[in-house]
């Protein structure tokens, strides 16, 4: 064998095995667990994947595994209750496996609500947009990226405005996107929706940097 025909082999084998390390990484097994906490893989479409997701890190164990009422009530700053669900349609028509809500709040008083619902059944999760349209809210979708301390998670932004026949109105800011405890994202696995909606303050950009605060609480890197 030539010299060259050796260094073209050799870059052959190279390629190929970049290859198949690729596939083992977006198709592959169980994640890694990140130093000192767990990653998982999150989207922010549960049916198919999009060019957003990513690996994400977070010191708590937020697969359907584990039990989601573990998350610390304490979470920097903020400091959180759980409310419970009383609409009892919520566990008729989604029959989640497990379901955490809970009100965060910061010294100042500005909370945020965050939503945890796990589940193995395709039938748990809609968007959140199906809601409050269905309720008679107006709503309007987009991207939305989340800096980390390394790297950026991305999420679904939804603005929903509603007026109330006796006077007033409200308006809530919504991020949300779904974690899986693996890149194959197999249902037998299960899957959890995060959800983080806050009333409007002050203006669009300013709830969101406080919504963006809090997920920072919950995830500390992404790839």
């Known amino acids: 064998m030539s010299r060259d025909q050796g260094r073209y082999l050799l870059v052959i084998l190279l390629l190929a095995a970049g290859a198949v390390a690729a596939v083992a990484i977006t198709r592959g097994g169980r994640l890694g667990a990140a130093p000192g906490g767990h990653e998982f893989a999150a989207d922010v479409d549960n049916w198919q994947r999009t060019d957003r997701e990513r690996a994400v890190a977070s010191p708590y164990n937020l697969s359907l595994s584990a039990d989601l009422t573990q998350v610390p009530l304490t979470l920097g700053a903020w400091t959180g209750v759980d409310v419970p669900q009383t609409n009892l349609e919520v566990f008729i028509l989604l029959e989640p496996e497990q379901y955490v809500q809970r009100l965060y709040r910061l010294p100042d008083g500005r909370f945020v609500w965050l939503s945890l619902i796990g589940s193995r059944k395709s039938k748990s999760f809609h968007s959140p947009q199906i809601c409050y349209d269905t309720d008679g809210w107006q709503t309007d979708a987009s991207s939305e990226s989340v800096s980390l301390a390394a790297g950026e998670l991305y999420a679904l932004r939804m603005v929903a405005t509603k007026s109330f026949p006796a006077g007033g ?33 002050d203006s669009l950009e300013s709830t969101l940097a406080l919504e963006k605060d809090f997920l920072r609480t919950l995830f500390t890197a992404a790839r």
Do not use: C, I
């Not at 779904?178 to 303050?201: E, F, H, I």
């Open 169 to 201: 109105s409200a308006e809530h800011v919504v991020l949300y996107f779904y974690l899986w405890p693996s890149y194959s994202r197999n249902p037998q696995d299960g899957m959890v929706l995060v959800k983080v909606t806050a009333p409007m303050y």
